[in-house]
């Protein structure tokens, strides 16, 4: 007999589960920096090439600077010069143009004083710099000639005046610029200029003597006084005191000028002119030459005298030269005499 299978259930079977719904994906925003970067008409392209060359950059500036820490470079360098060096490419001359007044041994040596006299390390700033510390140099220009000399083109300055200052003597231009110590013994033919600060006047006291081209071949020097005036001296051993201001005081030596040729107030008998005062003209006068003058006057006298006592009216005394007349006597307020504005 068959044998009957039991069938067990457990209960109603449960309904299948229905299918889950996929979710829908949301797409995420863009960031700021891509939002900008669309809008901006470059392609992503051509963005990202810009990226990578920019990574590629730094990393070769980096790689340099290493090197560099290193020393690298500075040893190709080293290297390099060192092989044109013994190519033939050495300072071996100095060539100097424009030197008239600067020592040459003193060019020479600051040309040669180099770390390596190869042309291509030769600092030529340098050279120049050392050698515009030169009071005589005004200018320089410092160039390479292959294969082996070095070219030096000066300027020099122009000696206008000697300074007498703290008891000092020295050559300076018309600027007042210290070209070198003068000695006393060998004076160049130039104004010597005293005082504090008078080098700094002297292109204005060249120029006021440029106005009165008679007085200058007699003037030997000036005095700046008190920063504010000049006293000239002249080879006559006269002094005249200029009043302040450049236009005054060319006003003044101007009408000196002119009065000295009229009247020739250089050579004679005054020590002193004073035109500080525009309005006022004085003169001291040389009272020990003007009594050497009253003296020679009465000799001249007396051997007329002598003369006429033979009856021979108007004759002189061989040599005497003829009788010249007494000179007035000499002021009395301490040797100055006023010279008015009419002369």
């Known amino acids: 007999m068959a044998e009957a299978r039991a069938t067990i259930r457990r209960g109603a ?57 290193m020393g690298v470079p500075a040893m190709a360098g080293a290297a390099l010069a060192d092989l044109t060096a013994r190519a033939g490419f050495q300072v071996k001359r100095v060539e100097l143009n424009g030197v008239n007044n600067m020592d040459r041994l003193t060019v020479y040596a600051i040309a040669f ?36 000399t070095l070219v030096v083109d000066l300027v020099e300055r122009r000696p206008a005046a000697v300074w007498q200052h703290q008891g000092q003597l020295r050559l300076v231009d018309a600027a007042g610029v210290v070209l070198d110590d003068v000695s006393a013994v060998a004076m160049p033919d130039l104004p010597l200029l005293i005082g504090p600060g008078a080098n700094r006047h002297a292109g204005a006291l060249l120029a006021l003597v440029d106005k009165v081209p008679a007085l200058r071949p007699v ?24 009043p302040e201001g450049d236009a005054a005081a060319q006003r003044a030596l101007v009408k000196f000028a002119r009065l000295d040729a009229d009247r020739r107030l250089l050579g004679g008998q005054f020590v002193r002119f004073d035109m500080r005062d525009p309005t006022r003209f004085v003169a001291r006068i040389n009272r020990q030459a003007r ?25 002189t005394a061989p040599g005497a030269g ?16 006023k010279v008015s504005d009419s002369i």
């Open 13 to 69: 079977a449960r309904p299948a589960a229905p299918a889950r719904r996929a979710r829908a994906t949301v797409p995420a925003r863009p960031g700021l920096f891509a939002r900008l970067l669309g809008l901006a008409p470059i392609s992503p392209e051509t963005v990202e090439r810009t990226v990578t060359g920019a990574i590629l950059a730094g990393g070769a500036a980096f790689a340099l600077l290493i090197l560099h820490l």
């Open 113 to 148: 004083d180099q770390h390596s006299l190869a042309m291509p390390l030769v600092d030529l700033d340098r050279v120049r710099e050392q050698l515009l510390r030169y009071g005589w140099i005004a200018d320089a220009r410092v160039s390479r000639r292959l294969p082996d």
């Open 219 to 242: 003037l030997v020097g000036a005095t700046w006084i008190g920063d504010r005036r000049w006293d000239l001296r002249f080879q006559s051993g006269e002094t005249l005191a200029l």
């Open 291 to 315: 009594a050497i003058d009253e003296q020679a006057d009465e000799a001249a006298i007396d051997a007329g005298d002598e003369t006429a006592g033979d009856g021979a009216e108007g004759a």
């Open 322 to 337: 003829g009788i010249r007349p007494a000179r007035p006597a000499a002021p009395r307020n301490g040797g100055l005499a």
